[in-house]
């Protein structure tokens, strides 16, 4: 029986990885655009607006404007599941 359970746990391991990877990723938001550029100096810097669920580049005039927004990175706001407003 101990044989059994163990192949049982075994199987189950592959697929508690697939769930995990299809999991969001948590977005780092900061205050001021500096330091989200340093957090991410070669990534373009956006404004996230999670009540929109989107971002703003910064040639948009809601950047820095838009909702309850903080600075992240684009690639990072991407992964959490963002996407690009209108202008």
């Known amino acids: 029986m101990p044989v059994l359970r163990w192949r049982e746990l075994l199987a189950a391991v592959p697929l508690a990885f697939?769930?995990?990877?299809?999991?969001?990723?948590?977005?780092?938001?900061?205050?001021?655009?500096?330091?989200?550029?340093?957090h991410c100096p070669k990534d373009t810097v956006v404004w996230v607006d999670p009540q929109s669920g989107g971002y703003h580049l910064n040639t948009s005039p809601s950047y820095g404007h838009a909702g309850a927004g903080r600075y992240a990175c684009r690639r990072e706001a991407e992964l959490a599941g963002m996407r690009a407003m209108a202008n």
Do not use: D, G, K, N
Not at 18 to 38: G, Y
């Open 18 to 38: 697939t769930a995990c990877a299809q999991s969001p990723e948590i977005l780092v938001a900061f205050r001021t655009e500096q330091q989200a550029q340093e």
